[in-house]
């Protein structure tokens, strides 16, 4: 064991790339992966040309969500340039806008979105409602008993109104990066832990100390628990930084035991490892390894639940999970630093991810042995 921390302490690209770039992924990813959708670019067509409907543009494109791109003339203008992706979002103002407000009457402006982005557009969606409600506010504030609404909007009865007073949970002000960095901590532990361990593995089995190993007197047991331990060691250390980062960098509150998630932390790194040390046996050489890992590592980041909710995928897909380590990594994570939970709420995802690390560890101290034989 000795010999191999020696071993990490003298390759020093090994040591960096331990510690640093997963510090740096943390960092990128916690602050570009963000579901806010912002400066959405807006074009306008106002047949109207009076105050309401100026309002109504300055309404929309003082928001953070809408950013004024210019005025067209007509419908087939701003249509071509959504097309051409010049445009997020279009918003047409009919002639008869403001005369309709006075009178009382309901009145419809229509609004276009690029929905090539499925997700952006929704959200886009979500943003203009909002914005139509408060200049329904201000319309009533005026003195004008008339609202704008959606055209697919239900009819409602006009006897009574029920009234949405939402709550939010556990994440009162919506910090997105507080549900991405949980996720993108467990996604970072397999995918350093696996790379790493098959990377060393391979590099030493080429350079033919293995074989070395097999002369001393050290039995099949001794070695595979010395070369798995230094990188289990540093791994660990690589998370307890990780979460520091999460607390001091994105004020992650720590709701909840911090030895509940170093320890699914550790899980989750000797699965890594595991996961590592069998893509070493089956490859022949270092390249081999790698690209093996990109057959294992995306698909086990895609079905984890860890950049959207397991509840979005498809129904067939959504067991997979079951047996993913970083679904339970970041559900622990989610659930004891958010929301307070303890073991007794986790039990069900620690147990899981036991299982799984003591499966994949069986697996890969099989194939170890295997190849050492």
Request: hydrophobic share 50%.
């Amino acid at each position: 064991m000795r010999k191999e921390f020696n071993q990490i302490r003298r390759d020093r690209r090994l040591a960096f790339s331990l510690i640093l770039p997963p510090m740096l992924q943390l960092l990128l990813f916690g602050f570009a992966l963000s579901a806010k959708v912002t400066n959405l670019r807006l074009g306008v067509v106002d047949d109207s040309k009076t105050p309401e409907s100026r309002e109504l543009i300055a309404t929309m494109s003082e928001s953070e969500s809408f950013r004024l791109a210019g005025y067209y003339l007509s419908t087939r203008d701003l249509g071509d340039a959504i097309n051409r992706n010049e445009l997020d979002a279009g918003l047409v103002i009919p002639y008869d806008f403001a005369r309709d407000l006075y009178r009382g009457r309901t009145t419809a402006v229509q609004i276009l979105l690029n929905a090539t982005n499925a997700n952006t557009a929704a959200i886009g969606q979500g943003y203009i409602e909002g914005i139509i409600q408060a200049y329904n506010g201000t319309l009533l504030a005026e003195g004008i008993r008339a609202d704008v609404r959606r055209i697919a909007a239900p009819e409602v009865s006009r006897r009574g109104r029920a009234l949405l007073q939402p709550a939010f949970l556990y994440n009162p002000g919506l910090v997105d990066s507080w549900f991405n960095v949980t996720g993108v901590l467990g996604l970072l532990l397999i995918l350093n832990s696996s790379l790493v361990a098959s990377g060393a593995m391979v590099k030493e089995r080429e350079a033919g100390t293995i074989e070395q190993l097999l002369m001393s007197p050290a039995n099949t047991t001794e070695i595979i628990i010395a070369k798995i331990a230094p990188l289990f060691v540093l791994l660990c250390m690589m998370a307890l930084m990780a979460i520091g980062i999460m607390k001091l960098v994105f004020r992650v509150p720590f709701h909840g035991s911090l030895a509940l998630v170093l320890g699914a932390a550790a899980l989750c790194v000797l699965s890594g490892i595991s996961i590592g040390t069998v893509i070493a046996t089956l490859s022949k050489s270092a390249q081999q390894a790698l690209l093996t890992s990109f057959f294992v590592n995306p698909p086990l980041a895609t079905l984890s639940g860890a950049f959207n909710p397991v509840e979005a995928m498809p129904r067939w897909l959504q067991p997979v999970t079951v047996i993913n380590p970083i679904h339970h990594f970041a559900t622990i994570a989610r659930a004891s630093l958010l929301k307070g939970s303890g073991l007794a709420d986790l039990w069900p995802n620690f147990l899981g991810l036991f299982v799984i690390t003591l499966v994949l560890f069986s697996l890969s101290v099989w194939r170890f042995r295997k190849q050492l034989s």
